[in-house]
């Protein structure tokens, strides 16, 4: 009998063990990015999910086009430009491009539409394409890294400059994670912008100076043209970036199911293995990046409207004293699989400890902030939950309370009170002083004079 119950034992605990097993793999792990800089952002909701340096200035080397995308694609907007409309590229542009850079091969007078320039330098990441388009916006290029900062500016952007429209070194021309994430969520507004970004290769027609050429990605985690063993199911565009001083950096983003991340990674490596098999690091971290981000993160719904929150007390009321307060809205927020609602901390902040009668329902009262740890998963206005009238009493008595503990009011008192101590002192010495001036005069009057004769 006891060898059976034994043997029961056991073969319960061999199949309960896979499912603990798969509990502990499920676990939340924190992440550590081997980059300088990175950031991972839900994009339905604009969470962050990861955060390392992401507001430190850093070079951004290639990222700056999306920039320079934004712009043009506003410029379309605008009605300046179309994406048909014929460029032709000038010297001007060609100036202080460095050998060795990226290129599409654009020649000085060879004409391409604005499509063909933005595919030139989305897709292959080419310098001189930049510069014609800066010259086709405004006039010049120095006057479009004008309106580049302006406009980053005006995003928001606090921890970025630019010097030139293609990224090259120097050391004026910088940005920040959060700055570059801030103008790709502006760029991603334009359909075309995506569209480009994500196209694993592109060929441009004849011109009047070259042949059809074909574009092929920079982009290892959407093409495996140029490398291979890093494509990443899901993944959708952006830009790559890299320069010896800026390292390898990264701007992408990547679709699981309903949900899509969006990434940025800055002054990553390129190492050699022992095998002589070379890593970039830009595109292997962001891949990790995606991973932990879908693996570990799911939507929950952190507080409910209908929930109440707390009783705050009431005065001047006879018909209740306290009101329940109630979050304005539900909240849903990305949270850690295996962390729950319910562990969340609760900060009660009120506007007052309490609130005088009358009150309506929807009132604000306060706020509440729902935080774990250092990390704040929202906040949401108090609201009165219901209707509470005043007391007309209290309020009359409260009113003359407040009245007469004004400070001004106390001195007119004062005054008064002295003025009728004053006024009660002057007429009892009068009085007196009357009574014995007449006294004086009724013996004046009655003294003995003599006998009359």
């Not at 003359?400 to 009892?428: E, P």
């Amino acid at each position: 009998m006891i060898k059976r119950r034994f043997l029961s034992l056991f073969l319960t605990l061999a199949l309960l063990s896979p499912l603990v097993l798969c509990t502990q793999a499920a676990a939340y792990t924190p992440i550590e990015i081997e980059a300088k800089a990175a950031l991972l952002v839900e994009a339905g909701t604009g969470e962050v999910l990861y955060d390392k340096n992401a507001r430190q200035e850093n070079y951004p080397a290639s990222l700056t086009k999306v920039m320079v995308a934004l712009l043009v694609l506003e410029a379309i907007d605008e009605g300046k430009l179309t994406l048909a409309t014929p460029i032709t590229a000038q010297e001007s542009a060609f100036v202080g491009l460095v050998s060795g850079g990226s290129t599409a091969n654009i020649k000085p007078g060879e004409t391409l539409t604005v499509e063909q320039l933005l595919c030139c330098m989305l897709i292959v990441s080419a310098n001189e394409a930049c510069n014609i388009l800066a010259e086709a916006v405004d006039g010049t290029v120095d006057a479009f890294v004008v309106r580049m900062n302006e406009r980053a500016k005006a995003l928001g952007c606090e921890h970025t400059h630019f010097v030139n429209p293609s990224g090259l070194h120097d050391p004026q021309h910088y940005s920040s994670a959060w700055d570059l994430y801030q103008i790709t969520t502006e760029a991603l507004r334009h359909e075309q912008f995506m569209t480009i970004c994500n196209s694993k290769s592109y060929e441009v027609p004849p011109t009047n100076l070259s042949d059809k050429r074909t574009l092929h990605s920079t982009n290892f985690l959407i093409s495996n043209w140029r490398a291979r063993g890093y494509l990443y199911n899901g993944a959708q565009g952006i830009k790559t970036g890299s320069t010896p001083e800026a390292g390898y950096c990264l701007i992408s983003s990547a679709v699981r199911g309903s949900r899509r991340l969006v990434s940025v990674v800055l002054g990553a490596d390129r190492v050699e293995q022992s095998d002589g098999y070379i890593i970039t690091k830009s595109f292997t971290e962001t891949s990790r990046l995606f991973d932990w981000g879908f693996d570990n993160f799911v939507s929950k719904r952190i507080i409910a409207q209908s929930d109440p929150i707390c009783e705050v007390p009431v005065a001047l009321s006879s018909q209740a004293n306290y009101v329940v307060a109630h979050p304005a809205a539900d909240l849903t927020r990305m949270m850690p699989d295996d962390l729950e609602p319910e562990q969340l901390t609760r900060d009660i902040h009120l506007h007052q400890e309490t609130v005088d009668a009358p009150i309506a329902a929807g009132d604000e009262l306060g706020t509440l902030t729902l935080s774990h740890g250092d990390t704040v998963y929202g906040e949401v206005p108090l609201l009165a939950l219901s209707d509470v009238s005043a007391s007309w009493v209290l309020v009359a008595q409260r009113n003359v309370r407040n009245f007469f503990s004004q400070l001004w009011v106390k001195l007119v008192c004062l005054a008064i009170v002295l003025l009728v101590a004053a006024l009660i002192v002057y007429s009892k010495f009068f009085s007196r002083a009357r009574r014995y001036s007449g006294r004086r005069r009724s013996r004046a009057h009655s003294g003995y004079r003599g006998r009359r004769r």
